[in-house]
């Protein structure tokens, strides 16, 4: 019995057909239950699709349609999952939402899936629409996730009729919506304790009028297993419960919400299921109890900038068997790094992947224990601290290491050979302490997984290591501000991971292994920016600093090459000769700073290939000759070119000798070179992307988000405040460490 729709039914004709159809029974025709392809139809009627992803949703069979699955034994639709599948494909737009969202209107004609499970719906764009009523009425839904999809407004407590739900997601990541979509909220939650059937429970960005009760709301859900409430502005939580009834709950995530406390409360430690625990970013003062070795199933505890905090880790941290991830950064610890080592001579030093102690007021040297007793340690993180002396032999036998953060202490020495020992190293940070020495040559042999290096602010000296690009992964090579000597290694042309453009990078990455980064700095664009995500790998910057040395000779033309290199300065050495127009091969450049060089001839009109550069320095050189025009460089200010007295054209005062003469003051060789070089690269260049001037300006500062559900990388930038989602990438590996 095929229903026709007028394109314009009368709401009351339509509500009587469809109750006919209802009460017409379950006449399963092709597998589908008429009346609920009908209750479909007419959802998607109130559904905007933009690229057709209901496209499939015609014929009779709705068990076939795209998101739709039906029940083998009875036929009936269970699950509707109408999750946005490529919610960070689009980079160009400049709201969170791509044309995969999925908008409009959420009919009540959903209820006539009477058998319904599951409902998802996140990663869409209803525009700010509040949840509607009617879903507390899907009395038989297991599994709810309205989350980022764009709904907003009061939570309708008709949703703790829903005693069946295992899964309940509202989270909203404000900043993801920036603020076009108001957040959702809930005056009183008593309507959650409910939800007798409630096993996952997210509500991150969920702001609560009255939260006084709403630990004990959830006490009261026999099945909770996983509640996160991470920046819901819970101002605090009860000291004392009368009765623990948490018995298999396993991840507690409280973090990010401001929570004023006097004391991290003590029935916490009853929770003796807790796999999970983050606290960090709250204001809890007093000590770390030593109650918290009763949690002995505790795999990852999170407590940072929780700065009140006492510092004083007690001795029983280390009888966490499983512990693998403790993270304390930002708590005032400031204690003798070596008189730690009680407390990682407990079990947890076998167990131990991942220490954060970043910025804790640390004193001390390195001590032998860190690399004898912490066999397993992959992330170390010491950096901003009071640390002086060597790196320890030990070091190396940390076979483990992924991840070396020692920045901003002042370490002294050479990097020992036995580091050679970390052969899994992805990140070495050295930067802002007092190392001496060569940068060690066995790098480019014996770290082949390294992808950032960092010997910033240190006091190497000699030449730079040729086989440094053998290492096919280095993406950051930060090596300013040191005493290095020698030229540009041409070698350098070769580092494959900058070679990659990154159009094309979401592919490699996702090929290539991730390692968990907190949040790390690189000189860009004249002034620090600091970028990193939470969950998965900061994957997509590419630099090279070689600032601040005494290096000498020209700029090797093997850096046309670097096709994915998005910031490259030389600035503050000794360089000559021209600026070689392969630069202008260098397609993903957005900050080039040459300044403050001996660099002399014209600039190359190459240069103007460079569309997304927003940041160029080429002052205090001796460059001459006319400043080619158009596309980015077109739209930057004299001071880019200040100090070079021979050059001549906008934006400098100085007006160039013949005005119609478009070769400038350049000889006749460099012209003619320059002329065929172009036309010989336009097969290369193929179409220059027509990104508005000043779009890729807005790539700014990544910044460092705690709680972060999917490892998409963003760049946010202070000036415009404004976000971009560039693109999402899954690391399943570190969702291990972090669920
Ligand atoms: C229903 O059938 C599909 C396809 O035959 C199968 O993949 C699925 O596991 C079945 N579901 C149940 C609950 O048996
Ligand atoms: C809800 O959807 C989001 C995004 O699609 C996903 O990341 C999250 O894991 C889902 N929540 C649950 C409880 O499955
Ligand atoms: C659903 O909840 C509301 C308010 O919590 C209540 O008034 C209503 O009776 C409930 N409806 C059903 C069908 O249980
Ligand atoms: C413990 O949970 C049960 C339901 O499982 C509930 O009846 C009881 O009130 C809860 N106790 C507290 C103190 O919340
Ligand atoms: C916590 O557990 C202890 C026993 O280990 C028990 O005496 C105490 O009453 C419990 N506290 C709460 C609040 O359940
Ligand atoms: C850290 O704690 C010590 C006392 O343990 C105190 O002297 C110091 O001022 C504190 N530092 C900060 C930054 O709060
Ligand atoms: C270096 O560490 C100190 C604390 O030891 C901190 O105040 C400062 O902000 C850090 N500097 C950088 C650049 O991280
Ligand atoms: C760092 O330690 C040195 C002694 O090793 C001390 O003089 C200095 O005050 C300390 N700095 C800070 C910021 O604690
Ligand atoms: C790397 O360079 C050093 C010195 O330049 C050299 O001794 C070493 O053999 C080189 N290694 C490889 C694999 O080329
Ligand atoms: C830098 O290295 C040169 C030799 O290459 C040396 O003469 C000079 O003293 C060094 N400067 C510093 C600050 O270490
Ligand atoms: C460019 O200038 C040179 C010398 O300044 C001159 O010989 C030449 O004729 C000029 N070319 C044009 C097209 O004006
Ligand atoms: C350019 O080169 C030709 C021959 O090589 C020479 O005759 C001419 O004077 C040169 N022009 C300039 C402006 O140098």
């Known amino acids: 019995m095929p229903i026709i729709m007028c394109s314009k039914p009368s709401p009351i004709i339509f509500a009587i057909l469809f109750l006919a159809l209802l009460c017409s029974g379950a006449s399963t025709a092709a597998g589908c239950v008429e009346g609920e392809r009908n209750a479909l139809v007419d959802f998607k009627r109130g559904l905007l699709d933009h690229t057709g992803r209901l496209s499939s949703w015609t014929g009779s069979d709705c068990c076939n349609w795209q998101g739709v699955a039906c029940s083998n034994r009875t036929g009936h639709v269970v699950r509707l999952d109408l999750r946005n599948p490529h919610p960070f494909s689009s ?40 949840i509607p009523e009617f879903i507390g009425s899907i009395r038989n839904l297991r599994y709810l996730n ?89 101002q605090s939580i009860p000291l004392s419960l009368p009765h623990v009834n948490f018995t298999r709950l396993s991840t507690l995530d409280l973090s990010r919400n401001g929570i004023n406390s006097p004391t991290i409360p003590s029935w916490l430690f009853n929770v003796s299921s807790l796999v999970h625990l983050d606290l960090s970013l709250n204001f809890f003062r007093g000590s770390i109890p030593a109650d918290i070795q009763k949690l002995s199933s505790l795999e990852v505890l999170r407590l940072s900038s929780n700065l ?42 076998t167990s131990l992947e991942n220490l954060y102690l970043f910025e804790t007021g640390l004193t001390g040297y390195l001590p032998d224990w860190l690399g004898d007793q912490l066999t397993s340690l992959k992330f170390l993180d010491l950096s901003s601290n009071n640390l002086s002396g060597g790196i320890p032999d030990t070091i190396g036998s940390l076979s483990s290491l992924e991840a070396l953060h020692l920045s901003n202490n002042s370490l002294s020495g050479e990097i020992p050979s036995s580091l050679q020992g970390c052969t899994g190293l992805v990140i070495l940070d050295l930067s802002q302490n007092k190392f001496t020495g060569k940068v060690p040559t066995w790098i480019g042999e014996s770290c082949p997984s390294l992808r950032i290096l960092r010997l910033r602010s240190n006091m190497f000296a000699g030449r730079i290591p040729q086989n440094l690009s053998r290492l096919i992964g280095l993406q950051i090579v930060d090596l300013a501000h040191n005493n290095l000597s020698g030229t540009i290694p041409k070698s350098f042309g070769r580092f494959a991971a900058m070679k990659v453009k990154k159009e094309d990078s979401e592919y490699v990455l996702q090929e290539s292994t991730g390692v968990y980064v907190e949040s790390m700095e690189v000189d860009m664009k004249g002034g620090a920016l600091t970028y990193g995500d939470s969950n998965g790998i900061l994957s997509l910057v590419t630099a090279l600093d070689l600032s601040g040395n005494n290096l000498y000779g020209t700029i090797p033309r093997e850096f046309g090459s670097l096709r994915g290199l998005m910031s490259l300065n030389l600035s503050g050495n000794h360089l000559n000769g021209e600026i070689p127009k392969e630069v202008g091969l260098m397609q993903s450049l957005e900050s080039l700073d040459l300044s403050r060089n001996d660099l002399s001839g014209a600039i190359p009109s190459t240069m103007t290939y460079l569309t997304f550069l927003s940041y160029l320095n080429l002052s205090s050189n001796n460059l001459s000759g006319r400043i080619p025009s158009g596309n980015q460089l077109q739209t930057f200010s004299e001071s880019t070119y200040t100090g070079n007295p021979g050059l001549c054209g906008f934006p400098v005062k100085q007006i160039c000798e013949n005005d119609d003469n478009s070769t400038g003051t350049r000889n006749n060789n460099t012209s003619e070179e320059d002329g065929d070089g172009l036309e010989a690269w336009l097969p290369y260049l193929g179409t220059v992307p027509g990104f508005p001037v000043g779009f890729w300006v807005f790539w700014g500062t990544l910044i460092l988000k705690s709680n972060w559900k999917d490892a998409y990388i963003r760049y946010i930038d202070r000036q415009y405040d404004r976000i971009y989602v560039i693109v999402a990438i899954t690391f399943n590996r570190f969702k291990n460490s972090y669920v």
């Open 308 to 349: 009140n905090l006492q510092g004083v880790i007690p001795k029983e941290v280390g009888n966490i068997c499983k512990l693998h991830t403790l993270d304390l950064s930002y708590v005032n610890i400031s204690r003798s790094l070596p008189e730690l080592g009680d407390v990682f001579s407990g079990c947890i030093k």
């Open 91 to 130: 980079r160009t737009d400049d709201q969170p939402y791509n044309e995969w969202s999925m908008g409009g209107e959420l009919r009540p004609s959903l209820l006539g899936l009477k058998k319904l499970r599951h409902l998802d719906l996140s990663m869409n764009n209803f525009g700010g629409r509040p």
């Open 146 to 234: 309205l989350s980022q999809a764009g709904l907003g407004g009061l939570v309708p407590r008709q949703i703790g009729n829903l005693s069946s739900l295992q899964y309940l997601d509202l989270y909203n990541d404000l900043d993801y919506f920036s603020g076009r979509v108001p957040e959702f909220s809930i005056d009183d939650p008593l309507w959650i304790s409910g939800l007798s059937s409630l096993q996952h429970l997210d509500m991150g960005g969920v702001k609560f009028g009255d939260t006084s009760s709403l630990v004990e709301y959830l006490n009261m859900l026999p099945h909770i297993v996983e509640v996160r409430l991470s920046y819901c502005e819970i």
